[in-house]
């Protein structure tokens, strides 16, 4: 109040921008969802014919091919991102208890475990998808002549393996943030806590139930959200290891609405998809949200 609207006139660029880069393509979207927008209307989308929710009546009809392949997507996507979630977070959390002892090299490592997430995405998944190469892949190598685990090299980015290969490459570019979040919520648990539970005679695992993942939900909250919806919402990663043309197998729900869109140039249906995406995001969140704070209020009360 003090200083009048000085605070509103600071942040009045931030909300442009937000309103410039998220807002206003977002209401553009929606209205394209309602348009039969084809390749004939993409310099005039505005003058396209009105269809109302005949775009989303398709997309829906789950008996017809786009709503079957759409509920494919859906499918693969909401395995995907449970499985590299899940992964990520685990190895996130083994390697933050690891480096929470004091032993030489410690802060090399951690520069180390931080490199995934801090490599260009495009030249780190374009690397991945040589190694996953059937004939001069290192990963055939290791596995077929130096291991001997397979009898014949692997196709990994067609087929069945397509989906592994693609959690490979995600769970390898996403755990290190997982690592950087539960690292830094180590640092906050009081040291005391730990030789106390020594004392006790509670072993490592007694440790980390009883102390580290109590003391870790505010931050697991945060950031099992932020996985759930990089991830759920992850189109570069598919898009650069397989091309617009993802194998069935690892057809992820943004990779679908991109070839309808862009490859059949049904803009209209394309748009429908995005936005009912949208909607189940938002559902979903704010579900998750309005559970933990009742854990938050429950835990509180206990």
Not at 10 to 26: C, D, G, Y
Not at 51 to 63: E, G, L, M, P, S
Request: overall charge neutral.
């Amino acid at each position: 109040i003090r200083h009048g609207g000085l605070p509103y006139l600071l942040l009045l660029p931030a909300v442009l921008l937000e309103l410039l880069v998220h807002i206003v393509p977002m209401v553009i979207g929606i209205v394209m969802s309602f348009r039969e927008l084809t390749q004939f209307y993409i310099n005039n989308w505005d003058q396209a014919p009105w269809r109302a929710f005949d775009n989303y009546k398709i997309v829906v009809d789950f008996d017809a091919p786009l709503g079957e392949a759409l509920l494919h997507s859906f499918y693969v996507t909401c395995l995907f991102t449970v499985i590299t979630v899940g992964l990520s977070w685990l190895f996130g959390m083994a390697a933050a208890i690891m480096l929470q002892e004091n032993f030489r090299g410690r802060g090399l490592l951690r520069a180390v475990f931080l490199t995934p997430y801090a490599l260009p995405v495009y030249a780190a998944v374009i690397t991945w998808a040589f190694m996953f190469q059937r004939d001069n892949g290192i990963i055939n190598h290791v596995l077929n002549d130096q291991l001997g685990l397979t009898d014949e090299p692997s196709f990994w980015l067609i087929g069945d393996n397509s989906f592994i290969a693609l959690v490979v490459v995600a769970v390898w570019k996403s755990w290190p943030f997982a690592f950087l979040m539960l690292m830094a919520g180590l640092q906050n648990i009081p040291r005391e806590l730990y030789e106390a539970a020594s004392i006790d005679g509670a072993g490592i695992w007694q440790q980390i139930r009883k102390i580290t993942l109590p003391s870790l939900r505010p931050v697991n909250q945060v950031l099992v959200l932020v996985l759930f919806l990089w991830t759920f919402n992850d189109f570069n990663t598919p898009y650069v290891l397989f091309g617009d043309s993802a194998p069935e197998a690892a057809n992820l729900i943004s990779i679908h609405i991109y070839q309808s869109s862009f490859v059949t140039w049904n803009f209209g249906t394309g748009s429908a998809m995005s936005v009912l995406l949208l909607l189940f995001l938002l559902l979903v969140t704010a579900v998750y949200l309005v559970a933990t704070s009742r854990g938050r209020k429950g835990s509180g009360a206990v």
